[in-house]
């Protein structure tokens, strides 16, 4: 069974209401499974406080200043997205550097990051020639099949 049947498979059960397959043919055998229950994190934004007092408002607490970056113009930036489900990962291995990071630029055929699915770590490439403007998933953490994972402007 190669990878893209493994793929469609995955697609199916997605879908459907099954729980687990498991298919066995003459190169092996392969198990999927739907995970049981998503865990979803809400991050609130930063918000500042201001006080009211005879003097001017003064901010209490405020987030730390960051140079801000020129916003990206969100209408045309492509999305890549995970092709697998399986634990991301922005560095070949621990002691090697980052793959992709904010105003990296991508060409077709380099890899932006790992993905981990079943003890293989796929690399995986882009598809569009452009600048990465934001990296959306965390590293080490669980992705899904077709979750977003950068945001790119095309070159």
Known sequence: MDLKQIHELIKIINKSNIGEISI??????????????AVVTVAAPQTQVYTTAPAP??????????????????DNLVTVKSPMI???????????????????????????????????????????KGTIVKVLVEDASPVE???????????
């Not at 901010?59 to 970056?69: D, N, Q």
Request: contains cysteine.
């Open 24 to 37: 066995e043919d003459k190169d092996g055998k392969v198990t999927i499974k739907q995970k049981e229950d």
């Open 57 to 74: 408002a003064a901010p209490v607490a405020a987030a730390p200043a960051v140079p801000a970056a020129p916003a990206p113009k969100a």
């Open 86 to 128: 399986g634990t991301f990962y922005r560095r070949s291995s621990p002691d090697k550097p980052i793959l992709a990071e904010v105003g990296t630029d991508i060409i077709p055929g380099k890899v932006v990051c790992i993905i981990e699915a079943m003890k293989l770590f796929n690399e995986i490439e882009s598809e569009i």
């Open 145 to 155: 099949y077709d979750q977003p994972l950068f945001l790119v402007e095309p070159a």
